[in-house]
């Protein structure tokens, strides 16, 4: 009766995360698409039904994994990664200090481990935080004939840092996840008109970025005097809506919308200069 009131299919059935991940998959494989590496957060690393899947195509993924999860070595003795962690990597030789990518502020610094399992396909990829030390897990998969590298790992591990920023973009600045809707056709043009607008105001950053970015130039070290003028940001997905938003919205004073957002771009240009100047004082501080 609730899928009759609601509008949905009526053959409809309740998905867990991993069960929904196959299907996208499914289709994705269908529509001639290949990916370097699949990745995702503990729930789908959770899921055997998925990495299954995902190993039966041949395909690499790189999936969390939570402090329980238990792995294999290649004795024969089975571990959780949290045992794993204090029972292998114990000494400061078994970190590398890599990045996972660049962030708004600069590259994104841990102290990463790998450790090998049972299966010569299956790693283990632990990430360390500089200043916490709190760990990350990745379950990771590759394929024989492919590359087994941590710098690869490495990578597609940061690769969700991104995504994930994308996912709040959305909800936070185009109300992907504020729909009053009830009926599921409803849903679906709401979340169609969302990440049509989404996509506008990214490509449309996307084409400006070079155009509008006039920076000053990073630290190039602890010591480096801070710029007179720290440029203006590239345009950035919140700041084009912000525009189009203006556009749209009741008449403002001359040069009201351009002069905050002026004010905003040069004021992020700053902070960033700053931050990654801290940065650079705390990687002198570790190196010394």
Not at 137 to 149: D, E, M, R, T, V
Request: aromatic share 10%.
């Amino acid at each position: 009766m609730k899928s009759l009131v609601t509008g949905l299919p009526l053959d409809l059935r309740f998905c867990t995360k991993g069960e929904l991940a196959i299907g996208i998959l499914t289709d994705a494989y269908g529509d001639g698409l290949r990916f370097d590496f699949v990745c995702g957060d503990e729930v789908y690393g959770a899921c055997t039904a998925l990495r299954e899947f995902l190993e039966g195509r041949g395909q690499a993924y790189v999936l969390r994994a939570a402090s329980n999860f238990t792995f294999a070595l290649a004795a024969g003795t089975t571990l959780t990664c949290a045992e794993a962690v204090k029972k292998l990597l114990g000494r400061k030789e078994d970190w590398e200090v890599r990045s996972a990518g660049q962030g708004s502020k600069g590259e994104r610094w841990y102290a990463w481990a790998w450790l090998a399992t049972a299966s010569p396909r299956h790693s283990l990829l632990v990430r360390r935080h500089l200043k916490t030390g709190e760990f990350a897990f990745h379950y990771c998969y590759i394929p024989a004939g492919q590359l087994a590298s941590k710098a690869r790992l490495i990578r597609a591990a940061g690769l969700r840092w991104p995504v994930e920023e994308s996912f709040e973009l959305g909800k936070g600045c185009f109300g992907l996840d504020q729909c009053q809707a009830r009926l599921y056709t409803a849903i679906l043009r709401h979340i169609v008109l969302v990440m049509a607008a989404y996509a506008v105001c990214a490509v449309t950053a996307a084409m400006l970025r070079d155009r509008t970015g006039t920076q000053a130039p990073p630290p190039t070290g602890p010591d480096a005097a801070p710029p007179a003028d720290p440029g203006l940001i590239p345009l950035t997905v919140r700041e084009i809506r912000r525009l189009l938003a203006r556009a749209l919205a009741r008449p403002q004073p001359p040069g009201h919308a351009i002069h905050w957002l002026q004010w905003r771009r040069r004021h992020q240009a700053r902070s960033r200069w700053f931050h990654k100047h801290a940065r650079l004082q705390r990687e002198l501080a570790l190196a010394s």
